[in-house]
């Protein structure tokens, strides 16, 4: 018996090694796994993914929540929005490290489920020592201090050095598509500035179209953003983190672009004489559907008791500038009905979605004193501006 109990001690000590390597290889191989379906999820496949536990989601909510908070706290809108601008590309450098650091942690594990069999310059062999492995291999420096000293070891390191060398490729080709979809659409939103004024409002655009003596050019207006919706909900369902992108000025957003061309095409509908309303109904069904679909995407419930962005003496006052303008609204019950009926159907998820990204939406009238941003230059503010 006596003979019989180092035997017994070193086959439970050999059974607790291979417990302990077959939960590490489960931990890495699940982990690894998990990565990579999140980064081809969010980089790769043009459509929206739901699911219970996502990465990039849970790092990106994660991080807004406490930069919401932060901005927040600051004095001045100029001081919020510089602070909410870096956002964006902060929160896409953030998850690129932790999908890096994930998988390097993943690949460590495997090398020491492997039994740490590597080849030293100096010291011994352990868990820091396979987690320095995995770095390097994943970045390819291929500094030659550490090398792999077993079959297992150098076929972790191969297929290791293979993904790293694809997760590079696909950082560097994610960015530019990134980036050209803020400037498209970007480039919408600054030509509406000539229309709607800045920050932009219902009743500037349809006032400059009834002054200019062209009513139907609202047609050819929202027609364009009728593609421009589309082309929104398009990039944005595909690419979430889209939505936390600033525009270039702080008076303006994608979301009040897209809430004043609907503001517009429900006055055109429900109340505008004399204009067609066809387009109007086009451009209103695509922007709505990119607001709510958007909702869907960032979790927000629609707000059922927000404050009324058009109350009876500012409805009263529209009415006026329109009717300078040679435009005039409709003032019987029906009209009425029916652009509360309109307003219902788009205004609550445009709350919701302003009050979680912090954007502002746009007034149905134009704030006193606004002007155009094409009109304003730092030089003329600052009392230096000549003409050559």
Not at 233 to 250: G, I, K, N, T
Not at 341 to 361: I, T
Request: aromatic letters at 10%; proline letters at 5%; hydrophobic letters at 50%.
């Amino acid at each position: 018996r006596a003979l019989a109990d180092p035997a017994e001690g070193r086959l439970t000590d050999s059974l607790a090694v291979v417990s302990r390597s077959a939960v590490a290889i489960l931990i890495g191989t699940v982990g690894i796994a998990t990565i990579l379906w999140d980064a081809f999820e969010t980089i790769l496949l043009p459509r929206r993914v739901s699911g219970p536990f996502r990465i990039a989601r849970l790092t990106v909510r994660s991080m807004w929540k406490l930069w919401a908070w932060l901005a927040r706290g600051q004095r001045t809108s100029v001081a919020r929005e510089n602070l909410l601008g870096l956002f964006a590309m902060l929160a896409m450098v953030t998850l690129l490290m932790v999908w890096a650091a994930g998988l390097i942690l993943g690949f460590a594990l495997l090398h020491w489920a492997a039994g740490s069999r590597m080849m030293l310059s100096s010291g011994h062999a352990g868990f820091f020592t396979d987690l320095y492995m995995s770095g390097t291999t994943f970045f390819t420096l291929g500094l030659g201090d550490v090398a792999p000293a077993s079959r297992a070891a150098r076929v972790i390191t191969v297929i290791e050095c293979g993904m790293g060398f694809g997760f590079l490729a696909l950082v560097v080709s994610y960015l530019p598509v990134l980036y050209q979809a803020f400037s498209r659409r970007e480039a919408r939103i600054v030509m509406l500035d000539e229309w709607a004024g800045s920050p932009p409002s219902a009743s500037v655009l349809l006032a400059r179209s009834g002054e200019a003596g062209e009513p139907a050019a609202l047609t050819s207006l929202f027609k364009d953003w009728e593609i421009a919706s589309a082309e929104l909900l398009e990039s944005h369902l595909s690419y979430p983190v889209l939505a936390y992108f600033r525009s270039q000025h702080d008076n303006q957003s994608w979301l009040a672009a897209i809430t004043t061309m609907l503001d517009a095409s429900a006055l055109t509908i429900s109340g505008l004489e004399w204009l067609p309303t066809l387009q109007a109904r086009l451009m209103f069904a695509m922007g709505r559907h990119a607001l709510v679909d958007l909702s869907q995407v960032f979790r927000v419930r629609p707000v059922k008791d927000g404050p009324d962005r058009l109350p009876p003496p500012d409805l009263e006052r529209l009415r006026a500038i329109l009717a300078e303008s040679g435009l005039h609204l409709r003032a019987d019950d029906a009209a009425l009905k029916q652009l509360t009926e309109l307003r219902g159907m788009y205004e609550p998820y445009a709350l919701a979605l302003s009050r979680h990204l912090l954007m502002p939406l746009p007034t149905w009238l134009p704030p006193e004193k606004a002007k155009f941003n094409w009109q304003t230059t730092a030089w003329a503010r600052t009392g230096r501006e000549e003409l050559h």
